[in-house]
């Protein structure tokens, strides 16, 4: 197969053509899910440390910056979510990982290897911010830190009770709905619109994590690391209790069985378009 096309090779509107999807191998299809947790958590990382400083830099009220904080922090990951959910669900926060893990829908060793991605890749995220902004701009890299005022024991539940919604969500409109996947066109919207409420509900006093990998990132290249653990433990929390609350109280049982299928022959269909 040609690397570039003379010609577009295929529409969705074309009446006299079939796209037929092909049997892909198990280990290619993970790779594709790692990178796409990669490539989902440095672009979300980037903007979360985007909005923040942009936000720090021009906005003077208080209120107004929080909120604008929250409201791109939402947007961003509705529009990453829409864009590779197909590959690897696109979960780009390890509590969300963990949650799915306690659930019984994501493997052990699989959620560990997505967890590893999501922090190298809000590593990258973080990094590439640092490159694109003077110092004058840069300060922490919207790195999270704890309100004086509150205590850990505080900042923990708080982290966690927010986090345990955001998981909720995702399991409700994203992991277990095979009964109506129309709520899969509008999962991103409602992922988006609990990380907005959960950012500005905690944004004056933890920051607003929600999301180790989003913490762990800015962390790196600032040196910030006050209360560093708090945004590991908090969130993970939250995401094993909305696990454990999903799995033994509000899942519905279901009998998964083989799918009939027919294997794909290139040789007599022709090549795969790509």
Sequence with gaps: MPFIHLFTPYTNADNNKVIIRVAENSFRLFIRQLLSEFFGTLFIVFIISGSTLTAS????????????????????????VWFISG?????????????TIVTGRLGLLNGIAFIIFQCVGAMAGAGMMKACLPSYYEKTLSATTLNPNISFAR???????????L????????????????????????????????????????????????????????DVWHYHYLYWFG????????????????????????????????????????
């Design 235 to 274: 969130p993970i929390a939250g995401g094993i209790v909305a696990g454990l609350i999903w799995r033994f109280f509000l899942s519905e049982e279901v009998l998964l069985i083989e799918r009939p299928y027919t294997d794909f022959n290139r040789s007599t269909y022709g090549t795969a378009a790509k």
């Design 167 to 222: 998981c909720f969500v995702v399991l409700g409109v994203a992991v277990y709905n095979e009964w109506d996947p129309k709520i899969s066109r509008i999962a991103p919207l409602a992922i988006g619109t609990a990380v907005v409420v959960g950012v500005m509900t905690c944004n004056p006093f933890t920051g607003g994590s929600l999301n180790p990998a989003r913490s762990f990132g800015p962390a790196v290249f600032s």
């Design 87 to 99: 590959i690897s669900g696109c979960q780009l926060n390890p509590a969300i990982t963990v949650s």
């Design 57 to 80: 830099a021009y906005v003077s009220d208080p209120t107004v910056r929080v909120i604008l904080v929250a409201i791109l922090q939402g947007f961003a990951i509705a529009a990453t």
């Design 155 to 165: 900042g923990f539940f708080m982290e966690m009770i927010a986090t345990s919604f």
